[in-house]
């Protein structure tokens, strides 16, 4: 059974700083994984997409790292903004057999840009 | 903007109640999955249809189910509610052959 793994669960820093969010996952065989980030009570909007056989993806000031043999990925924010403030998901995504790609999140990093 | 459209917003019920919640994906989007996302965790899968027949499910019971229909619209069903399936209820599609996925605001359930 997949599980993923998000580190730290909480993270508080000076605008300006540049940071990493840590995900780990547990089964390798994955399709790809995808950083998503979640405003307050709201839904889920995809920020960045690895396939399997990539080693990183970039827009703007995000960039997003993985190795699929060691089950890790990293999101790194360059120069953080108080807009950059919400909760980030990490999530798997399988064949699950049938053609259904289900995503399996973690529990998310919320992030607090102080200005 | 998703083009991911679910009601309602928010509703409450009372345990033992019986829910329907919609969502509407664009034109051509023909996966929808739904996801449970309870406070302070990260969503759970739920089910999967494609082309109006479930091909995936998560670790829910029967008491859920689903529909979608040819004008890619879909349902969560959910009977004899419990206090636990209170939740932030999220759909998502796809549209077919791509990797992209897009996800509506969510129904808000309180089960009471």
């Known amino acids: 059974k997949q599980e993923v793994t998000q580190i730290p669960a909480a993270l508080s820093v000076p605008e300006g700083e540049n940071l990493v969010l840590n995900c780990s996952f547990t089964d390798s065989a994955i399709y790809n994984l995808q950083w998503f980030r979640q405003d307050p009570g709201k839904g889920l909007t995809s920020l960045l997409l690895?396939?399997?056989?990539?080693r990183e993806q970039t827009s703007g000031r995000l960039n997003a790292s993985l190795d699929k043999s060691s089950g890790r990925s990293t999101l790194y924010i360059a120069a953080s903004q108080p807009g950059d403030s919400a909760t980030y998901l990490c999530?798997?995504?399988?064949?699950?057999?049938?053609?259904?790609?289900?995503?399996?999140f973690g529990k998310g990093t919320k992030l607090s840009v102080i200005p | 903007e998703t083009g991911v459209t679910q009601s309602p917003t928010h509703l409450i019920k009372t345990r033992g109640q019986q829910v329907t919640l919609r969502c509407s994906s664009q034109?051509?989007?023909?996966?929808v999955s739904w996801y449970q996302q309870a406070l302070g965790q990260g969503p759970q899968f739920i089910f999967q249809?494609?082309?109006?027949?479930?091909?995936g499910r998560g670790n829910f019971p029967p008491r859920f189910s689903g529909l979608q229909f040819p004008n890619y619209s879909s349902e969560l069903n959910v009977n004899a509610l419990e206090l636990d399936d209170s939740a932030l209820y999220l759909c998502?599609?796809?549209?077919?052959?791509?990797?992209?996925?897009?996800f509506g605001e969510g129904s808000w359930l309180t089960v009471v």
């Open positions: 249809y494609y082309r109006e027949e479930e091909n």
């Open positions: 690895i396939q399997s056989s990539q």
């Open positions: 998502a599609s796809s549209p077919a052959g791509r990797n992209t996925i897009y």
């Open positions: 034109s051509g989007h023909n996966t």
């Open positions: 999530a798997v995504r399988a064949n699950s057999g049938a053609g259904s790609y289900q995503l399996t």
